[in-house]
């Protein structure tokens, strides 16, 4: 298990550790060529990698991230060449090549987001499409990225929660709408997987 970064009384941290469960030991992640310290952005691990991008710090919306190798313990950043505009409350999924991330806000609502390749460290815009949200939830199907729910503020409050949903497919960069027909009730900062089917 790889923990890093996150915020303490409103100090962001930089620093993080791994878990071995089979010694019940931990070993600290190194500081040098991390990203700037930072709560709330996104991570995904790659199989091999663990990629954090993204997150709102100082009066700043980030659009950077960087790439951590557990093995040789050591950072790598990520391009920020075509990379999305920075956000928070965005979310992200591996799709087993790439990181999709999504959505989020800056403080504008975004229906938009990037496609990243850690093989060539670079970036590939999404479609736009569904209707723009933060604190929504994102799941990887095995071809697409399902996202359901979050909030759609207007002018940032009170909130409309939402139970709408879009599939992204990024072999053809393309949007399909889902059905609300029996979804749950539209809410904020749900968390989800898939089952299998």
């Known amino acids: 298990m790889i923990i890093w970064g996150g915020e303490n009384g409103g100090l962001p941290f930089k620093t993080g550790g791994k878990y071995f469960p089979a010694t019940d030991t931990w070993l600290a992640t190194t500081v040098t060529n991390a990203p700037l310290a930072r709560s709330g952005y996104t991570a995904v691990w790659t199989g091999h990698e663990m990629i954090v991008w993204g997150r709102f710090r100082g009066g700043n919306y980030l659009r950077t991230g960087a790439k951590y190798n557990p093995g040789a313990n050591s950072w790598t950043a990520t391009s920020t060449t075509n990379a999305p505009t920075g956000r928070n409350a965005h979310t992200a999924v591996w799709s087993g090549t790439e990181m999709i991330v999504w959505g989020g806000q800056r ?60 599939k992204y497919d990024p072999s053809t960069d393309s949007w399909t709408v889902t059905t609300t027909m029996q979804a749950p009730t539209g809410r904020e900062l749900p968390n989800g997987s898939m089952d299998g089917h």
């Open 107 to 166: 403080p504008r609502l975004l229906n938009n987001g990037g496609r990243y390749n850690p093989t060539n460290n670079g970036w590939i815009p999404t479609g736009k499409t569904p209707t723009p949200r933060r604190y929504h939830v994102a799941v990887w199907t095995g071809t697409e990225m399902i996202v359901w729910g979050g909030s759609i503020p207007v002018n940032l409050d009170p909130a409309f929660f939402t139970n709408t949903d879009g």
